[in-house]
Nanobody, 117 residues
Framework: VQLQASGGGLVQAGGSLRLSCAAS????????MGWFRQAPGKEREFVAG????????YYPDSVKGRFTISRDNAKNAVYLQIDSLKHDDTAVYYC???????????WGPGTQVTVSS
């Protein structure tokens, strides 16, 4: 499966942003999907996961309540809604796919999110 994230940009703190990830090449509903981010000088961090039909989601405590992951299998897409943006959310955001929920094997190029104070 090939993945392409989009929707990043420069936003003000306190604002919202929705990232999209388009998938192609395989049956999208075969995959659990996840979002990760990596800030400069930091390790890659998991921020959201969703199972194949959207019935199960998972967030780390660091983003719970501000991040919402969703998917549309008819459109072969997964989304990440980010609300109440903080400067610390500045990072490159990546989407990933895997046959097993929580295990991601396929990655696409990221999209940059920059939050200004």
């Amino acid at each position: 499966v090939q993945l392409q994230a989009s929707g990043g940009g420069l936003v003000q703190a306190g604002g919202s942003l929705r990232l999209s990830c388009a998938a192609s090449g395989r049956t999208f509903s075969d995959y659990a999907m996840g979002w990760f981010r990596q800030a400069p000088g930091k390790e890659r961090e998991f921020v959201a996961g969703i199972n194949w039909n959207g019935g199960r989601t998972y967030y780390p405590d660091s983003v719970k309540g501000r991040f919402t992951i969703s998917r549309d299998n008819a459109k072969n897409a997964v989304y990440l809604q980010i609300d109440s943006l903080k400067h610390d959310d500045t990072a490159v955001y990546y989407c990933a796919a895997g046959e097993v929920f929580g295990e991601y094997r396929y990655w696409g190029p990221g999209t940059q999110v920059t939050v200004s104070s």
